[in-house]
């Protein structure tokens, strides 16, 4: 397999496609808050953000079949073992739709109790149950795409991975759009709009990588225990990670409910924004992924060093860039996005927090990145479950201080979760030795 290069030009030319597929992720909440926060019903569109927190919380528990098929394919791209790099795509696969399957069998049981966690009232309640009960029909589908991106980012194949993106998410928005506006269907409509757009994702990722599916002919090599141990172990520290960080946007969702239908319905445009940052920037924390995974399979610590400075100079320009971008556009796009004003009102106020969230928020993204191309599920568990419990710490000191107290501890948590994550990195540079002192050519752009 041909090395990457590591010049400024191909960081870019990998990280585009993400950030252009990225883009397409959060610009479904916001057509989702648009579609239902401009009928006026706060009560619908505080639904879909306590529906949206439970699905997200049940479906990125299982996140580590992205982040952590990203980083091992890449490592054994990067060894030059292509029958391994196969292999990973059709375990992925396999666990993925059957964990989806699972979730879809324990929906009876695993929506009520969700609902004795998060509790929005009454009205909130209803509309975020509809939502949710039609969203899981897309589990299977959402959590096999989830390995087949992996995948796809783990070798570089950043192009498909976005053609996967858009096709899903435009489907989606498209959907979304006809059973609301057209078929009054509601919240309701907003769930089938996205579990249908999943299951096409799903058909179009397999026959995208259908031969390599096919070049998997050794099932011995396919669940080999050597193979396999390794999965869970890296993916169980993963998985625990994630749902650490879930529980903070739970806190945070509950929070917002507690002051609140209004305050929680403008927490849920805020975090279309916040989203929509987190999600392009992550265009260079996937490249990051990427390129330090093939670094770590290869043995170069060069590389590694390389990979980490290129993608952090991307991070930090665009992140300055987003802070500017939401301070000027951010309360006409909110106007624009919600016709009820104690809603607009609320959200803008809270807006110069948002707007400086990209530049502390951008060390813990790409540190998530830097780990996850390492595989080292055991410093982002550490940092994760730090992280959570320090943020939850410091949301109910500054309690008395309303919405913004609310905003200021969810910034403060993205320090403490870079922190800890800073803290691991000396270990990470001194564990990778390079006998082999393979470097890349230096070219004019780099």
């Not at 306590?50 to 479906?59: A, D, E, K, Q, W």
């Not at 091992?72 to 292999?87: C, F, K, L, S």
């Not at 209004?262 to 990051?288: E, R, W, Y």
């Amino acid at each position: 397999m041909s090395a990457l290069p590591l010049t400024r030009r191909s960081i870019f030319a990998q990280a585009w496609p993400i950030m252009l597929g990225q883009t397409t992720v959060p610009l479904v909440g916001i057509v989702d808050t648009a579609v239902i926060g401009r009928t006026g019903d706060a009560a619908a569109l505080a639904g879909v953000a306590l529906g949206t927190t439970i699905i997200n919380f049940l479906f990125w528990s299982f996140g580590f079949l992205r982040m952590g098929m990203t980083g091992m394919t890449a490592q054994a791209q990067g060894a030059g073992d292509a029958q391994e790099v196969d292999a990973m795509l059709m375990r992925g696969v396999v666990i993925g739709a059957a964990l989806g399957a699972v979730l879809l069998a324990l929906q009876l049981l695993l929506i009520p109790l969700a609902f004795r966690v998060l509790d929005g009232g009454a009205d909130v309640d209803a509309q975020a149950k509809t939502f949710v009960a039609a969203r899981m029909w897309g589990a299977p589908a959402s959590l096999a795409v989830f390995a087949i991106n992996g995948w796809l980012l783990g070798l570089g194949r950043s192009g498909a991975a976005l053609a996967l993106q858009i096709v899903m998410n435009l489907i989606n928005i498209g959907l979304d759009i006809l059973f609301v506006w057209h078929f009054d269907m509601g919240v309701r409509g907003v769930g089938y709009g996205t579990a249908c757009a999943e299951w096409t994702a799903l058909a179009v990722g397999l026959l995208m990588v259908a031969p390599h599916l096919r070049g998997v002919a050794d099932r011995a090599r396919l669940f080999h225990r050597a193979a396999m141990k390794r999965l869970f172990a890296v993916n169980a520290d993963i998985m625990i990670r994630t749902v650490a960080l879930l529980l903070m946007f739970v806190w945070v969702t509950n929070a917002g409910a507690r002051l609140g239908t209004n305050v929680l319905a403008a927490n849920q445009v805020l975090m279309q924004a916040i989203s929509l940052v987190a999600f392009v920037l992550d265009g260079f924390a996937f490249t990051a992924e990427s390129r330090v995974g093939h670094a770590i399979g290869a043995r170069s610590r060069p590389d590694l060093i390389r990979a980490i400075r290129l993608t952090s100079e991307f991070s930090f320009v665009c992140a300055a860039l987003f802070g500017v971008l939401l301070m000027v556009a951010g309360a006409p796009a909110i106007r624009f996005l919600v016709t009820n004003q104690d809603v607009r009102d609320i959200a803008i106020a809270a807006l110069p927090l948002v707007a400086i969230l990209p530049l502390l928020g951008t060390p813990a993204w790409l540190l998530d990145g830097i780990f996850i191309g390492a595989t080292g599920g055991r410093a982002l568990r550490n940092a994760a479950i730090l992280a959570t419990a320090l943020y939850i710490a410091t949301d109910l000191i500054l309690r008395p201080f309303g919405l913004w107290g609310l905003w200021a501890a969810f910034l403060i948590s993205y320090l403490y979760r870079a922190a800890a994550l800073g803290a691991y990195m000396p270990g990470l540079l001194r564990g990778l030795s390079d006998p082999i002192a393979r470097t890349v050519p230096k070219t004019p752009e780099s």
